[in-house]
């Protein structure tokens, strides 16, 4: 881009920014993507997504028609004792509908329904029947007169329309603000600040605070997610649930003022800096409480304030003194302006779907109300809620997991429910930054600290928050690096940082060290360890301090990921049984006492915590019919049938049926659907020279292999070749001369414990030599001697379809109504990672599609998306077109020239925020690819669907006096789901420990020539999720997707920068880039063209095989 326009764009997306940024949450842990420039992607042949030249051909399966499943009939549980349910919600009080200047004092019809008229109401309860009706505006009485209580103050006019506001007044149940509090000066001695932490967490980019994140991806208004097509499904057996969500009722007729807000922290020389957010939710704390006749406020720590009433003299500062650790501080809270009014009316438009849109502001408001009582007592992680009272499970490397839990307000058709749950995070443990290190590190650091290993621990660390513990008060820095050793490193101390500055300064210097023995009387113990560059106040000024002399501060979330014994040591404490965490949940909610909370009371907020809400398996739902308001029977909550699961029978090649029985079953005597055959194959042994009994086990399982494999259907033409003992260091030219002889597969055995192993055989195999390989790990091969069978089972699965194989067959278009059945069907999955570790390492998306007409064999195509240096957001795939081209001519090259004219796209990692980006985008990058392909031929019609595993809702099945796990199958498409648009929740796998967590699936996009019902989405749904060849039993979510996880995974262990002609670090910057602005740190200067991608190549014989299995 020249540099004119260049400029000019990052002008107009930084006023963008401003406007639309003014509301930034603070409390937002943000995802550690990054930016980059331009994409490497080239059309010339040498740097295509792979060389499709080297397709193995497979021949197209012909499946006979399934026999159509047997219809049962509707099944109704045994219910919960009375004791145990009561009722699901209590509606909202009914009230006079007003002008939005002014509410009208309650009338007697604000009551709580009866239980009688709860059990006569269907759906929509609390958000139709007892909603409040359009019907007489109500005119206030003049100011000068004696009159009711009003539920908001009056206004002459509307205030958003003026430029200041008046300040006269009606009598108001809420006392308005008068002039004495501008000049408001109060001292609160008994609390400090240091004991309010525990009001909000503080986030880290593995260590320290966040910057705003702004997205590198346009926005699009083009397309929206689609309206649900019907009135949900009806396929499969009604049953009835329970699920941790709890009605809330709120008072619609509510308006909420909402102002933009400042809190400054002012010096003795008069200087500001933003305060620190456990500084503003301290001092606007005091201004509340110490100040009777200032207004009830809601605050969300960063730059909005929420009231009911209209603030006067807005204009005025209001200045606080609050004590610090034995320092008065002087803050200053300025009211800027009103931003909006928020009508709390919209939340109920959008449950009748009287707006598409949701209602985000509204949502924000409450959920900000919930948050305000809980800050005073828990540590907060955006809606997440830890006792700073609890003993953190120590990890041992400087983190500690701690137990909380959720709550977030959903919007439903139902009405607004509370979502609670049980969660668990990782925080650094406060301990003494030399224990950290060391803990951290995994070595004792005090007996020498290598320059190399400061450089990565500075990466991982920077801007960790670390307090003083030498002086009277502690003073909080961010940890920004390391200098030279206190022993060595000197400074003036007339020009050292005014916390620890000489009182009686002298010009000579003086090392670190000699100045704490003079300044404190504190002798270090390590000298020669590397003092901590830190950083404090809008200056930054540098800071050296001892490691010695300070500690972590508290509550600061780590975001590393975890090593695999970290892994399952936090997994075995977060398995919770339903039961328990039926209890665990219910105790949250009396611990919470919503009742006695000011706050709620602010909106008639009521929260129903008396039993979680029951979904019901037959139940009636209101909808509106041309304008006309109706009943329909519908079914929440069904258990869906499972699909039949085909294999061959014994020595012939017969089709056998296997039954699925609670998301499992078994291959047992059955042969594989396809088998190959195997000419030539070999067996290496990598690691160090073994033993005899080591040879011994090595030979038996060399021996045994094939004739296990034969049982499954493999032809082996040849004997398994087991290439003699070698070196760690030979292992490739094992596989090179394993190549040349032709192997059509080489089994690793892996006897290292570096991870490096696996990476150095798959990126031979895969990259240079395309070889197929099977890793096995030793210690799990001597483990399984005993039962040899059972383990090659497992492994027969993966080697089978690695090779070209089909393990199983289901018949996925029996899933669909009659007149899909002639269609031909492509499925897609798609999913991007994004490092946890490191800001500055790319992104890696991956997309997989069925390449044969069965739907069971899929190949994948890798691509990483580089950050800039700084930080933003990429949301989309960037060279998505590029990939699903590719993919298609994959497919057409398999099934002799054929295209699919249905496309199924299951997306993964996308949040609903970036709904409208990701579906404007990409779908038009499916569309885009598939002209590309189809030229004058019709174009297959796309549906895309998000899934979304990462979310609060569970289910609990009450059967017998037990609170169980629901069966697979279970999918619920009423009550919790979106008022309007296409989703739902589906449990398709079986919990083997914990609470089983369904899979959230939202259709965003159904082309019209589709036109699947509810039933059909959700039965092929289901059905995929057999369909995962690497295992017999059902998964969470659909294999395509599943399967596009484990690439994206599997990409760690190959080289991205392999088979390129020139090797780029992705950080190139533009050629016709010459501006000498520095873009490091400035969030509003990217966009999606400065984003660069980089395509893995494979080996052309192995770059349509699933690999990745």
């Given at each position: 881009?020249p540099?004119k326009n260049r400029k ?8 963008a920014?401003a406007a639309?940024?003014n ?7 943000d995802n550690?993507t990054s930016t980059t420039?331009?994409?490497?992607l ?6 295509q997504?792979v060389?499709?030249a ?5 021949a197209p399966v012909?499946?006979p028609p399934?026999?159509s499943?047997t219809?049962?009939?509707a099944w109704?549980p ?14 909202p009080p009914?009230?006079?509908?007003s002008?939005?200047?002014a509410v ?5 019809d604000?009551?709580a329904p009866?239980q ?5 109401v269907?759906?929509?309860a609390?958000?139709?029947k007892?909603?409040?009706?359009s ?5 206030p009485?003049?100011a ?12 002459t006019?509307?205030p958003l ?5 008046r300040?006269d007044?009606a009598a108001s149940?809420?006392p ?6 501008s000049s408001?000066t109060?001292?609160?001695?008994g ?5 309010s932490?525990?009001?909000s967490?503080?986030s880290?980019?593995?260590g320290g605070?966040?910057r705003?994140?702004l997205?590198?991806?346009?926005d699009?208004a083009?397309?929206t997610?689609m309206?649900?097509?019907d ?8 049953i009835?649930?329970?699920t941790n ?5 709120i008072?619609?007729?509510?308006t909420v003022?909402?102002y ?11 200087n500001?800096?933003v305060?620190?957010?456990d500084e503003?939710?301290?001092?606007m704390?005091l201004i ?8 009830v406020?809601?605050y969300d720590?960063g730059k ?7 603030l006067p003299d ?5 200045r606080?003194q609050m004590?610090?650790d034995t ?8 009211i800027k ?9 919209n939340i ?8 598409r849109?949701?209602p985000?502001?509204?949502?924000r408001?409450?959920e900000?109300l919930f948050k ?9 992680v955006?809606?997440q809620f830890?006792?700073r009272?609890?003993?953190?499970d120590?990890l041992?490397?400087g983190?500690?997991?701690a ?5 977030a307000?959903?919007l ?5 429910t509370l979502n609670?749950?049980?969660t668990f995070?990782?925080f ?9 290190a060391c803990?951290?590190l995994r070595?004792?650091i005090t ?5 190399y ?7 991982i660390i920077?801007?960790?928050?670390i307090?003083?513990e030498?002086?009277?008060r ?7 690096g390391?200098?030279r050793?206190a ?7 007339r020009?050292a940082?005014e ?9 000579q ?5 000699k ?9 270090l113990k390590?000298?020669?360890?590397p003092?901590i560059?830190?950083r404090s ?18 509550w600061?979330?780590?975001l590393k990921?975890?090593d695999?014994t970290q892994?399952?040591r936090t997994?075995?404490k977060s398995i919770?049984?339903p039961?328990?965490r039926?209890?665990?949940?219910m105790n949250?909610?009396d611990?919470?006492d919503f009742?006695?909370?000011p706050?709620?009371?602010q909106?008639?907020?009521?929260v129903?915590?008396t ?5 019901k398996g037959i139940d009636?739902?209101?909808i509106?019919l041309d304008?006309?308001?109706s009943?329909i029977?519908c079914f929440?909550?069904?258990i869906l049938?499972?699909?039949e ?5 014994g020595?012939?090649?017969n089709?056998?049926v296997?039954?699925v029985n609670?998301?499992k079953w078994?291959i ?7 088998a ?8 290496i042994?990598?690691g160090?020279n073994?033993n005899q009994?080591?040879n011994?086990?090595?030979d038996d399982?060399?021996n ?12 082996i033409?040849s004997d398994?070749?087991?290439v003699?003992?070698?070196?760690t260091?030979n292992?490739?030219?094992?596989l ?6 032709g192997w059509?597969?080489?089994?690793v055995i892996?006897n290292?414990?570096a991870?490096q192993?696996y990476s150095?055989?798959k990126?031979?195999?895969?990259q ?11 210690k799990a ?7 040899l069978?059972?383990y090659?089972?497992n492994?027969s699965?993966?080697?089978?379809v690695?090779l ?6 289901v018949n996925?278009?029996l899933a669909l109504?009659q007149s899909s059945r002639n ?12 490092s946890?570790?490191s800001?500055?390492?790319p992104s890696v998306?991956a997309?997989v599609a069925?390449r044969e007409?069965?739907s069971?064999l ?7 998306q580089?950050?800039?240096k700084g930080?933003c ?6 060279e998505?077109?590029k990939?699903?081209?590719?993919l ?7 099934c002799n ?6 496309i199924v796209?299951?997306?993964d990692?996308?949040?609903e925020?970036?709904f409208e980006k990701?579906?404007g985008n990409?779908v038009?990058?499916i569309?885009?690819?598939c002209?590309r ?5 019709p174009?297959?019609s796309v549906?895309?669907?998000?899934v979304k ?5 569970r ?14 199958g279970t999918?619920?498409d009423?009550d919790?789901t979106?008022?309007?648009?296409f989703?739902f ?8 420990m914990?609470?089983a967590r ?5 259709v965003l996009h159904?082309?019209?020539n ?10 092929l749904?289901?059905?995929l999720c057999h369909?995962d060849?690497?295992?017999t039993k059902?998964?969470?979510?659909p294999?395509p ?6 690439a994206?995974?599997g ?5 991205f920068?392999?088979?390129h002609?020139?090797h ?11 501006e000498?602005?520095d873009?490091e740190?400035d ?7 400065d984003?660069?991608?980089k ?6 014989k192995?770059?349509?095989?699933m690999?990745f299995?």
């Amino acid at each position: 881009m020249p540099n004119k326009n260049r400029k000019a764009q990052r002008a107009a997306q930084r006023a963008a920014a401003a406007a639309s940024n003014n509301n930034e949450n603070e409390d937002a842990i943000d995802n550690p993507t990054s930016t980059t420039a331009t994409s490497v992607l080239q059309s010339s042949p040498s740097t295509q997504l792979v060389n499709v030249a080297g397709l193995v051909e497979t021949a197209p399966v012909t499946n006979p028609p399934l026999s159509s499943a047997t219809l049962k009939s509707a099944w109704t549980p045994q219910a919960p004792p009375a004791s145990a349910v009561q009722p699901n919600a209590t509606a909202p009080p009914q009230t006079v509908s007003s002008e939005p200047s002014a509410v009208p004092k309650p009338t007697p019809d604000q009551r709580a329904p009866s239980q009688a008229e709860l059990s006569a109401v269907p759906k929509q309860a609390w958000a139709s029947k007892f909603s409040p009706q359009s019907t007489t505006s109500v005119t206030p009485k003049p100011a000068a007169q004696k009159s009711e209580p009003s539920a908001v103050p009056k206004a002459t006019a509307n205030p958003l329309s003026q430029g200041a506001y008046r300040t006269d007044r009606a009598a108001s149940a809420y006392p308005m603000a008068r002039e004495s509090i501008s000049s408001l000066t109060t001292t609160d001695s008994g609390i400090s600040l240091r004991q309010s932490r525990s009001q909000s967490v503080i986030s880290n980019r593995g260590g320290g605070g966040r910057r705003f994140l702004l997205s590198a991806v346009p926005d699009t208004a083009n397309l929206t997610p689609m309206l649900r097509p019907d009135a949900g499904g009806s396929k499969g057996r009604p049953i009835s649930i329970y699920t941790n969500h709890f009605p809330v009722q709120i008072d619609y007729n509510a308006t909420v003022n909402q102002y933009d807000v400042e809190i400054m922290l002012i010096d003795q020389d008069g200087n500001q800096r933003v305060a620190r957010k456990d500084e503003r939710w301290k001092v606007m704390q005091l201004i509340v409480q110490k100040k009777k006749d200032f207004p009830v406020v809601w605050y969300d720590e960063g730059k909005t304030l929420y009231t009911r009433e209209l603030l006067p003299d807005i204009t005025k500062p209001i200045r606080v003194q609050m004590e610090r650790d034995t320092q008065m501080k002087t803050f200053q809270l300025t009211i800027k302006n009103l931003v909006r009014q928020e009508m709390m009316e919209n939340i109920l438009k959008f449950v009748k779907k009287q707006l598409r849109t949701r209602p985000r502001e509204a949502v924000r408001v409450i959920e900000t109300l919930f948050k305000q009582r809980a800050r005073n007592e828990l540590v907060c992680v955006k809606n997440q809620f830890y006792n700073r009272k609890q003993t953190l499970d120590d990890l041992h490397d400087g983190r500690g997991m701690a137990k909380g839990f959720y709550q977030a307000l959903f919007l439903t058709r139902l009405g607004p429910t509370l979502n609670v749950n049980l969660t668990f995070t990782c925080f650094y443990m406060p301990m003494n930054f030399i224990q950290f290190a060391c803990e951290y590190l995994r070595e004792d650091i005090t007996k020498g600290f290598p320059d190399y290993k400061v450089k990565v621990f500075r990466q991982i660390i920077r801007d960790l928050l670390i307090e003083t513990e030498h002086t009277t008060r502690n003073i909080r820095y961010k940890l920004h690096g390391f200098g030279r050793p206190a022993n060595q490193l000197a400074f003036t101390p007339r020009e050292a940082s005014e916390e620890i500055s000489d009182p009686a300064p002298t010009l000579q210097e003086i090392t670190v060290e000699k100045y704490f023995e003079q300044k404190y009387n504190i002798k270090l113990k390590y000298p020669h360890l590397p003092c901590i560059d830190a950083r404090s106040g809008p200056m930054k000024r540098a800071n050296y301090l001892p490691m010695e002399m300070v500690k972590v501060v508290e509550w600061q979330r780590a975001l590393k990921p975890l090593d695999t014994t970290q892994r399952a040591r936090t997994t075995s404490k977060s398995i919770i049984k339903p039961d328990q965490r039926y209890k665990e949940i219910m105790n949250i909610m009396d611990s919470r006492d919503f009742e006695q909370d000011p706050y709620l009371k602010q909106l008639n907020i009521h929260v129903d915590k008396t039993e979680m809400l029951q979904i019901k398996g037959i139940d009636l739902l209101e909808i509106d019919l041309d304008h006309k308001s109706s009943l329909i029977i519908c079914f929440s909550a069904r258990i869906l049938n499972p699909p039949e699961i085909r294999f061959r029978q014994g020595q012939g090649q017969n089709e056998i049926v296997e039954s699925v029985n609670v998301g499992k079953w078994r291959i047992g005597r059955n042969r594989f659907y396809q088998a190959p055959e195997i000419k030539s194959w070999g067996l290496i042994y990598y690691g160090h020279n073994p033993n005899q009994q080591m040879n011994k086990t090595i030979d038996d399982f060399a021996n045994q292999l094939p004739e296990l494999l034969r049982r499954k259907g493999f032809i082996i033409r040849s004997d398994l070749k087991l290439v003699p003992i070698i070196e760690t260091s030979n292992i490739e030219k094992s596989l090179t001369e394993g190549s040349k002889k032709g192997w059509q597969l080489a089994i690793v055995i892996l006897n290292t414990d570096a991870s490096q192993s696996y990476s150095d055989v798959k990126q031979i195999g895969h990259q240079k030599l395309g070889l197929r390989t099977q890793c096995i790990d030793w210690k799990a091969l001597c483990r399984n001697m005993d039962k040899l069978h059972m383990y090659v089972e497992n492994l027969s699965q993966k080697i089978n379809v690695k090779l070209g194989g089909i393990n199983s067959i289901v018949n996925t278009k029996l899933a669909l109504t009659q007149s899909s059945r002639n269609d031909l069907f492509m499925f897609f999955g798609a999913d991007v990672t994004h490092s946890t570790s490191s800001t500055d390492r790319p992104s890696v998306a991956a997309v997989v599609a069925s390449r044969e007409p069965t739907s069971s064999l899929y190949a994948a195509r890798l691509c990483e998306q580089y950050p800039k240096k700084g930080r933003c957001s990429i949301e989309i795939i960037k060279e998505l077109d590029k990939m699903v081209e590719d993919l298609l001519r994959v497919f057409a090259r398999t099934c002799n020239g054929h295209l699919p004219n249905k496309i199924v796209f299951y997306r993964d990692g996308v949040d609903e925020g970036h709904f409208e980006k990701v579906l404007g985008n990409e779908v038009n990058k499916i569309k885009e690819a598939c002209r590309r392909v189809y030229g004058n031929r019709p174009l297959p019609s796309v549906t895309f669907i998000v899934v979304k595993k990462r979310h609060n809702t569970r289910f609990f099945l009450y059967e017998n006096g037990q609170t169980l796990n629901v069966q697979p199958g279970t999918i619920v498409d009423q009550d919790i789901t979106h008022p309007s648009q296409f989703d739902f929740y589906l449990c398709s796998q079986a919990a083997l420990m914990g609470t089983a967590r369904p899979t959230l699936y939202h259709v965003l996009h159904d082309d019209d020539n589709n036109k699947f019902s509810s039933d059909d989405i959700q039965q092929l749904t289901y059905w995929l999720c057999h369909t995962d060849m690497r295992c017999t039993k059902s998964v969470s979510i659909p294999a395509p997707v599943y399967y596009a996880h484990l690439a994206a995974y599997g990409s760690r262990s190959l080289d991205f920068d392999a088979n390129h002609p020139t090797h780029s670090d992705g950080n190139d910057k533009d050629d016709n880039d010459d501006e000498d602005v520095d873009d490091e740190d400035d969030p509003t200067s990217y966009s999606l063209e400065d984003i660069k991608t980089k395509v893995m190549i494979f080996d052309p014989k192995v770059a349509n095989d699933m690999w990745f299995i």
